[in-house]
C-alpha cells in the first residue's frame, strides 16, 4: 500500500501572486516532507479585501507553477466550497474530495495575531499539520525557516499604483500576464 500524498496548501489572495509565494513553497517542499504544495486563490476573502477577478488571480498562480516541474499546483478549490471563504470549510471539503491525502497548512507568521478571526482553528489544528513560515519583521515562537523576503502584494500593488514596475517582486509572467489584461493598472 502506498503511503498517503502529502500536500501543504497555501492559500491566500494572490493579489497579485509575487516571489514571497514562491519562496514559501519551494521552502516548504525542500524542508517539510510534503510531495506537493499547492496555491489556493481566495474566492471569497473572507476579511472581505477588494481583489482582482478570480479566474486572473487563478491564471497567474497557473503561469507562476510552471516552472516547478509538477510539484507546485493552483487549485480553484475555494471556487468549489460555495461557503464564505473559510478555511476550516476548505479543509473539511478537500479532506471528504481527497480522503487518501495528509494535508499541511503553511501560514505565515504575519497571521498568527489574526487567528482569533479565523472560524474554528482549534479544528483546523485537528485536520491539518500547521507550518508556520517566518515572515521578516513578525518573529514568533515555533516557527520554521529564515525570515522570508519582505514582500507583499499590497506594497506590489502599491508601487504599480505609483508607476513603479516591481520586477524584483512579481515573477515575469505574472507581470507579463498583469499587462495583457489591463490588472492592476498595467
Keep these: 500500500m502506498r503511503p498517503p500524498v502529502q500536500v501543504a496548501l497555501l492559500g491566500g489572495s494572490f493579489n497579485p501572486p509575487h516571489v514571497g509565494h514562491l519562496m514559501a513553497a519551494h521552502y516548504v517542499r525542500a524542508t517539510q516532507g510534503v510531495d506537493e504544495v499547492w496555491l489556493m486563490p481566495t474566492f471569497v476573502h473572507p476579511f472581505r ?11 497567474m498562480c497557473e503561469l507562476m507553477c510552471r516552472d516547478a516541474a509538477g510539484w507546485m499546483k493552483t487549485s480553484k478549490v475555494e471556487s468549489e466550497v460555495g461557503k464564505d471563504g473559510r478555511t476550516v470549510d476548505t479543509l473539511d471539503f478537500l479532506r471528504a474530495r481527497h480522503p487518501e491525502y495528509r ?53 506590489i500593488r502599491e508601487r504599480l499604483n505609483r508607476g513603479e514596475l516591481p520586477s524584483d517582486l512579481v515573477p515575469r509572467v505574472v507581470l507579463d500576464y498583469a499587462r495583457e489584461h489591463h490588472l492592476y493598472g498595467l
Excluded at 479585501?49 to 491564471?59: D, G, L, N, S, Y
Design 49 to 59: 479585501k477588494t481583489t482582482a477577478p478570480f479566474e486572473h488571480r487563478v491564471r
Design 103 to 155: 494535508f499541511s497548512l503553511i501560514i505565515g507568521s504575519d497571521i498568527l495575531k489574526d487567528l482569533p478571526q479565523w472560524k474554528d482553528f482549534d479544528r483546523i489544528q485537528r485536520m491539518a499539520r500547521v507550518v508556520v513560515l517566518y515572515r521578516a519583521g513578525y518573529p514568533a515562537e515555533g516557527t520554521v525557516g529564515p525570515p522570508l523576503a519582505v514582500v507583499s502584494s499590497t506594497d
